[in-house]
């Protein structure tokens, strides 16, 4: 596998979906790893929060595999001479790796979003890898920090821990308690659950290939996500270039 490669201070690796595909799947089946991996994605939105907070900084470029999940960073990844090959994006390939799970024997679980919405996600993905092992599913809203969560993950030993919590909460509760899950791969998949368990539409096919997924989700939900989009895209431009400029 090549690299990582350095955008704006955050290493990501230069894989094609396949290629992330195959190395999870070996490391979700790996029975002599001393230690869990640790996985996670970079987008605009991500890149930007990640340029504020220093301790979601610090777990990034601490991470065993950060890929490029929005189609901004792979444009801007070229711009800045380190390109990446292409979009890596969890919702758009999920059913295959779950396929590839089924047929290693590798188990999942899945924490994150509003009550009933992993759940789901769990059926919907059982229905398309017949022979996946999910071995628990549990929102994301609580009151006592996780510590319950964390305990339900640790007793049901997942291979594949996927938490759906949000950037960069996700991250930094995840990296925290690491240690008591007895997962093998720990993976931080932002709003996929809600895209498989009925509560967010995804834009289609040809929107996601444009690189406007983000305008699609801005017109669906405009009051919660303007200033992310809209202001937020253009700070990225201007990082973007800023680092071009100095590079």
């Given amino acids: 596998m090549r690299e990582p490669v350095d955008f704006l201070g955050i290493p990501i690796v230069p894989w094609t979906t396949d290629e992330f595909e195959m190395w999870i799947t070996d490391r979700a089946s ?3 790893g001393q230690r869990p991996v640790f996985v996670t994605y970079l987008n605009a939105w991500c890149s930007n929060v990640a340029a504020r907070d220093p301790e979601y900084a610090d777990i990034l470029r601490a991470a065993d595999a950060v890929y490029a999940d ?3 960073v792979v444009w801007a ?3 800045l ?3 990446v090959p292409e979009r890596v994006n969890a919702a758009d390939f999920i059913v295959d790796l779950c396929q590839r799970f089924a047929r290693a024997g590798v188990s999942i679980y899945l924490l994150g979003s509003q009550d009933g919405v992993a759940a789901r996600a769990a059926e919907a993905l059982t229905r398309q890898a017949p022979g996946l092992r999910v071995v628990g599913a549990a929102g994301g809203y609580w009151s006592d920090n996780g510590s319950a969560a964390a305990a339900a993950v640790a007793a049901a030993r ?3 821990l996927l938490v759906g919590l949000g950037v960069p909460m996700q991250e930094k509760w995840a990296w925290s308690r690491r240690p008591e899950f007895h997962a093998r791969v720990i993976w931080c998949v932002g709003a996929m659950f809600e895209y498989f368990g009925g509560a967010r539409a995804r834009a ?3 929107v996601r290939r444009a690189g406007l997924e983000w305008l699609f989700r801005l017109i669906l939900e405009p009051r919660r996500l303007w200033r992310r989009y809209l202001v937020g895209n253009a ?3 201007w990082r973007v270039l800023c680092g071009w400029l100095a590079g």
């Fill in 30 to 32: 790996d029975t002599k």
């Fill in 70 to 72: 929005g189609q901004a």
């Fill in 77 to 79: 990844s070229a711009l």
């Fill in 81 to 83: 001479r380190r390109p």
């Fill in 158 to 160: 997942p291979d594949v």
């Fill in 204 to 206: 289609p096919r040809w």
């Fill in 235 to 237: 700070v990225f431009v």
